[in-house]
């Protein structure tokens, strides 16, 4: 079954500096990965999406992934956090069953923190 | 286009009552997805429609929640006899071509049952 795991619940970060939030996920063939934010009492926001092609996804509000096949791994990253960056993220990649695609299986979410 | 609505944004119930939340999909997107969040979680899946099809229910967590588009355009969520482990966000979304597009979320309803 596909899954995806955030290893880090919580990241502080001081403003300005560079950030990667870390995901794997677990599925056999070429997988479907999703980033999102939620900010607190907003609904969750598309950041970027890898179907395939360029491993490197350049997405919304200065953010970017790679997918990283050989590691099982989507992070996600910015150069140079903003306040307004302080949210939830969540990773997710494409639900199957045997009707094809579904939903997304997401992440427990990372909580990121910034410091002034 | 106001992006997808949710109503009630927050409902609070007694144990044992039946609850029914509704969401307005932006109006072109013809899939519509519902999610549960619980404290701590990542969204999870529910079910959808494409159109007014039902094309996934099985992740829908019991018999006690159900889920209508009867015309396509918006639906709503039914959870009978509630429980305290019900407590939770439901999320809707919706999509134009499916969920490989992206989806728009809405800001959810939030259930409390005490």
């Known amino acids: 079954a596909q899954s995806v795991t955030q290893p880090d619940i919580h990241i502080t970060v001081s403003e300005g500096a560079s950030l990667e939030l870390r995901c794997n996920y677990s599925?056999?063939?070429?997988?479907?990965l999703f980033w999102y934010v939620q900010s607190p009492g907003q609904g969750l926001q598309l950041l970027l999406k890898?179907?395939?092609?360029?491993?490197l996804v350049q997405g919304i509000k200065g953010f970017e992934a790679e997918f990283k096949r050989s590691q099982s791994s989507f992070n996600l990253r910015k150069p140079s956090v903003h306040w307004s960056d302080a949210a939830e993220y969540f990773c997710?990649?494409?639900?199957?069953?045997?009707?094809?695609?579904?939903?997304?299986?997401f992440g427990k979410g990372t909580h990121l923190i910034i410091q002034p | 286009d106001t992006g997808v609505s949710q109503d009630p944004r927050h409902k609070i119930t007694k144990r044992g009552q039946n609850v029914t939340f509704r969401c307005d999909p932006i109006?072109?997107?013809?899939?519509l997805y519902w999610y549960r969040q619980t404290l701590g979680q990542g969204p999870e899946f529910l079910t959808y429609?494409?159109?007014?099809?039902?094309?996934?229910k099985s992740r829908l967590l019991s018999d006690r929640f159900s889920a209508e588009r009867p015309k396509g355009s918006f639906s709503t969520l039914e959870i009978q006899r509630t429980e305290q482990g019900d407590s939770a966000m439901y999320l809707c979304?919706?999509?134009?071509?499916?969920?490989?597009?992206?989806?728009?979320f809405g800001s959810g309803t939030r259930l409390t049952v005490v």
């Open positions: 979304a919706s999509s134009l071509a499916g969920l490989l597009d992206g989806y728009t």
């Open positions: 109006s072109e997107h013809n899939r």
């Open positions: 429609f494409q159109n007014e099809a039902q094309l996934e």
């Open positions: 599925y056999g063939a070429t997988p479907y």
């Open positions: 890898y179907f395939s092609g360029d491993t």
């Open positions: 997710a990649v494409v639900l199957y069953s045997g009707g094809g695609a579904d939903g997304l299986t």
